[in-house]
């Protein structure tokens, strides 16, 4: 095996960003072992991917235990009790009111796809409303409800029509709920009537974004909109999902029930694995047919996500998230005064982030955040980056790190906050 940067860029296009300089040999729960030797504390998860760790015990015998059985029949042809299962394991978990009804397809882009696609069935309507900073996948469509432009839609359009962005309510960045709602009621003057609209998709908190706090009076704004206009609410939680937030999901924060919720990432604890859920009625608008894909609900991540729903609720990992997340955020709130360019230190449970502006201004300090970064994986620690400006860190290490190694990275970052100034 050839290890260098150079072999890989002579097989793999530049396209691919890779923001580590190094490969992966083995990884157990929050930490990593390259294959020159060096370990890693792992704060980014896979994108949060890792809530139950690398290789949780459990997850990998019940996906050992599922591939002694079979990997693939394709539900569609040959179908197997675990989907049916799963399925009904979600309906009774997930905070949406009334029966439903689950699928599973691969991805958390292939999940959005699908609920707009449910909607739209549905409603017979057409028209989206998405966010300004929203991420919600890379594929052509959903890359047309992403509301950031770099580098995910740079020279990749014209995006699929019918798709509106409203603005995203940030005091911080200037823009109150008031304003927000203010802007999508001109979206229905101007540009797209509500009675036009299939669906509303939002994330209860923003991951690319900024891990920015959707809220929760402008969610029940946007319910009491969507009821009146007989639009489908979906909350995007393919980030958020699965204890990251302190609780399931995020949205049992809110006090509001969507009709739809997609997830994936942590669903699987890194197997391939998504899925919508929603009000049975608006999930069987599509006929037969009409829903699911080759490896749609695939035995091995239907396993895993079993044993996943398994270690949240055994190692009550929803109460280690806000444990955790508590632990973080006092730790860099108390740096504020030492390291002025920390204007914000926010999040629910361990969906926790900084944001770095230049000191006494409004100016996000990207620049800063980078060296940070930069100075944080030298000293052992990888971090992760997000946010319009490019100026947030966002913490996505596992739920289940040792004390020890959480402390360790607190450590390593507060080193790298302080040098980088």
């Known amino acids: 095996m050839i290890n260098t940067t150079e072999h890989r860029l002579s097989a793999v296009p530049q396209g691919v960003g890779v923001g580590s300089p190094f490969y992966a040999e083995r990884a157990k729960n929050a930490e990593i072992w390259t294959t020159d030797g060096k370990r890693y504390i792992d704060f980014a998860g896979g994108i949060g991917v890792l809530n139950t760790g690398h290789l949780h015990p459990k997850v990998q015998a019940a996906v050992a235990e599922q591939l002694q059985k079979f990997s693939h029949t394709c539900y569609h042809v040959v179908p197997y009790a675990l989907y049916a299962d799963t399925a009904a394991r979600i309906n ?30 549905y409603t017979k309507r057409r028209g989206v409303i998405a966010f300004n900073g929203a991420f919600h996948g890379r594929t052509h469509f959903t890359l047309g409800l992403t509301g950031k432009i770099a580098p995910y839609k740079l020279n990749f359009g014209p995006f699929s029509g019918d798709i509106v962005h409203a603005p995203y309510p940030n005091e911080l960045h200037g823009l109150r709920s008031e304003e927000a709602l203010a802007g999508l009621d001109k979206i229905f003057k101007c540009h797209m009537a509500a009675t036009d609209v299939a669906a509303i998709i939002i994330e209860v908190v923003q991951g690319e974004g900024g891990f920015n706090i959707t809220p929760f009076p402008f969610l029940k704004e946007l319910r009491r909109i969507a009821d009146e206009n007989g639009i489908v609410l979906i909350f995007d939680e393919v980030q958020t999902g699965f204890a990251r937030t302190g609780k399931l999901f995020a949205t049992e924060h809110t006090g509001v029930s969507p009709d739809i919720i997609t997830m994936a990432k942590s669903m699987a604890g890194g197997f391939t694995l998504s899925g919508v859920c929603g009000k049975a009625d608006i999930m069987n608008a599509p006929t037969p047919g009409g829903l699911g894909g080759t490896y749609g609900g695939n035995p091995l991540g239907l396993a895993a996500a079993n044993a996943v729903m398994d270690v949240i609720e055994e190692e009550k990992l929803c109460e280690r998230s806000v444990a955790l997340g508590n632990k973080l955020k ?10 002025p360019a920390i204007r914000d230190v926010r999040g629910l449970g361990s969906m926790a982030a900084i944001e770095l502006m230049k000191p006494n201004s409004n100016t996000p300090d990207a620049d800063l955040t980078k060296k940070i970064q930069a100075l944080a994986l030298e000293k052992g620690l990888i971090i992760l980056t997000c946010g319009t400006y490019y100026n947030v860190i966002r913490f996505l290490y596992p739920l289940t790190i040792e004390d020890a190694v959480f402390d360790e990275a607190l450590d390593i970052l507060e080193a790298a906050l302080k040098e980088a100034q």
């Open 92 to 121: 009774a978990l997930t905070p949406i009111d009334g029966d439903k009804r689950t699928m599973f397809v691969n991805s958390g882009a292939e999940a959005v796809e699908n609920a707009i696609k449910i909607a739209r069935a």
């Open 330 to 339: 006092a730790r860099f709130e108390a740096l504020k005064t030492d390291i």
